[in-house]
């Protein structure tokens, strides 16, 4: 219900619902699946005039929210040695200083899918590569990727130790496999041991 | 009995009894190698030779810290374990060390690249048209190493080949995959990379002194030592080395051998020797000339070899066989000059 409310008027600025009514059974919680209908309350009648804010809609409504821009690998690559990422980041890395939400409570979640959907950032605590749109992540800049990669064994981290979200995460896999491709990785490579039997040139080749 | 010669493939009755033959069964997979040319013996020929192996596991050196460095695999990692020893148990464990690490020093073949053999097992003119595709028949039997397995191809024309070269790694990689091979070839290989990251290797050496290695594992772990492509990814590396004197980077690891054994072998070893002399490693010059006198049996430092030795050989071989032989010669003569400014010094 809420849903289609939303679609349908755009420039109504919907407020969360601020209550929510249960009904007394619902209360303890039983795997029984409840009958009982939620009501969702709203605490300002003002809420089907319409809002001619700057603020109406998403924050950027005209020139596009700066967070969604196109950022080019190469000028990611410069401002990853910029004076903006010092003040920014210092010493840390990308995600260590991002501190996530979890839903109520529950911190055994895995991260939320995508920060971006319908072309806005659809929530208030995006992930550490999407709150950013300077950090572009690409085979390229490696300087970024390292940060997604264990200092002490070279294991992938995950998006659970990182925060970013599932399909930044992947895109962080892609371009590691892509710069492993191309032999750009700090990584070593497994011992292989030859049975010199097998190479030996044979008796029949040495006329 | 004949299914398990057959990947799974349905072979109809009228020619299963004709692929059940023991005709071929007593046949080695492995590639014959060409005859060699008249007098030079071919490089597996040479690399295999006893005497060879212990002058190039002498010039790799064994060195703990270098073998048994952190490598970040990609793997989880164990904390170190201290243990209170005796030194009858400490000298035990040291011997082990050094069997594990000789296990680890284990030198990648240096061979000539494949060459097809283009062998026919068989033309049956009745087959032909029975597939618009090959059929490839491996033998999945386990316990059969991959240069021995029996894998044959049926031709649409009806021709019965073995497989050979990429066809084989491919077959090989896909019933018993090596972990850390691809199948398709990572691009890294390809000549404008791999000098994109030998150009980086060489900025970074200094940071990551490991990088030269890194790229030769790549290399073992990705191809077969007489592939094309491992041969002229090693030797390009090997080359990349010996033009910027970067020989410590491979120092006491499994690519030295195979790296002066290139280096010898084409007559490129001048600069070597200077790197050598430079740090007073006169056994280990000696055990270079050696080397190439065994590769080179027609030059001057080889029939030079019967008679002389130490400075004398190495005179006949700056002369004689040395493609910078005044390079060599003035490292000599500084050397010559410091031990005498030495003896001045200590003499009263």
Known sequence: MLRCFRSSISAVRVLQPS??????????????PSLVTK?????????LIPDTSANSGTQFAEEGDPRLRDIPVEISMKYMESAAYQETYGEAKVWELYRRNYANGRTYQPTRKNCIRGGKIANGNPCPICRDEYLVVDHQNLKLLNQFVSDYSGEILTSKKTGVCQHQWMKIRVELQKAKDKGLLKIDYPFVSYDYDKYRPTKQSIA | MWRSLFNGIRVSQWRGSHIASNRWSSHSAVHPEPPPPSSRPTKASLFFAQEVQKELTFLTGLDFERVFRKAKAGQAITAPQYRFVTDAELAKMYEEAKQKAHARLQMPPVMDERLPSNRLLEHDVGIAGYSAARIVFTDITFGVHDRERLVVVREPDGRLREAEGEERDRVNQIYFPKEGRKLASPVLFEPENLETVLRITLEEITSQPEGYTRLLDHNCLQFEPDHPTFIQTAETVYDHINAH????????????????????????CDDLLVHFLEKDKVEEVESLLNLYSRFHPESATASASTELSGPDRLRV?????????????????????????NNTESSP
């Not at chain 2, 004197?245 to 490129?268: E, I, K």
């Not at chain 2, 066989?321 to 003569?333: C, F, N, Q, R």
Request: charged share 25%; net charge positive.
């Open chain 2, 245 to 268: 004197a970067q020989y410590d980077a491979l120092h006491s690891t499994r690519h030295f051998g195979p790296m002066v054994f290139h280096l010898v072998w084409n007559c490129r």
């Open chain 1, 19 to 32: 209550s929510v009514i249960h009904h007394p059974g619902h209360l303890q919680t039983s795997s029984k």
């Open chain 1, 39 to 47: 009501r969702y309350v709203f605490t300002t009648p003002k809420m």
């Open chain 2, 317 to 341: 071989f700056i002369e004689k066989d040395a493609k910078k032989g005044p390079k060599i010669h003035s490292v000599l003569e500084k050397m010559s000059e410091k031990m005498k400014q």
